[in-house]
């Protein structure tokens, strides 16, 4: 089997996860994540926004000083509705709908981070997408637990 491992020519990505959108993927999409990853937890060519160590820091001080108006997290409640928005076949419109009012509802500790250490040994390179701005910046669509461990609570 080909793996991203031996594409990238990297063992590990690394991605930082928020609760929430982890939790509605336990909850809707039987624990199957969509995640962009880089192949450095602090990726030096990466901008903020595709930064693992970054995006992890600056959310780790929003929760603690409960910043309800940062802008990562308006970010972050668009793009997870976004998300749900697109997810047609998989989500009834109710189902769609009551998880758009619950992302724009939840509290900021909701978006709590982690950072994934992903094992790209164990993925297909069928699975990889290279759509990212920057240069270590992937996406793959369908990560399941055992390709990735939870390396910060």
């Excluded at 491992?5 to 609760?19: E, I, R, V």
């Excluded at 595709?50 to 990562?72: A, F, G, K, M, W």
Aim: hydrophobic fraction near 40%; charged fraction near 25%; glycine fraction near 4%.
């Amino acid at each position: 089997m080909s793996t991203i491992a031996l594409h990238l020519d990297k063992p590990f990505g690394f991605t930082c996860q928020t609760w929430l959108a982890t939790d509605i993927a336990d909850r809707h999409f039987g624990s199957v994540y969509r995640v962009w990853f880089a192949t450095s937890i602090n990726p030096p060519r990466n901008g903020s926004s595709s930064n693992p160590l970054i995006i992890y820091q600056e959310l780790e001080r929003v929760i603690d000083t409960n910043d309800l108006n940062h802008c990562r997290i308006e970010q972050l409640r668009l793009r997870l509705s976004n998300w749900i928005h697109g997810q047609k076949r998989r989500l009834s419109k109710k189902t769609r709908d009551d998880l758009v009012i619950e992302i724009s509802s939840a509290p900021v500790r909701a978006f709590r981070p982690s950072i994934w250490k992903i094992d790209l040994a164990t993925i297909d390179v069928r699975r990889f997408d290279r759509l990212g701005q920057f240069p270590d910046e992937y996406l793959v669509a369908d990560i399941v637990p055992h390709e990735f461990e939870v390396v910060t609570p």
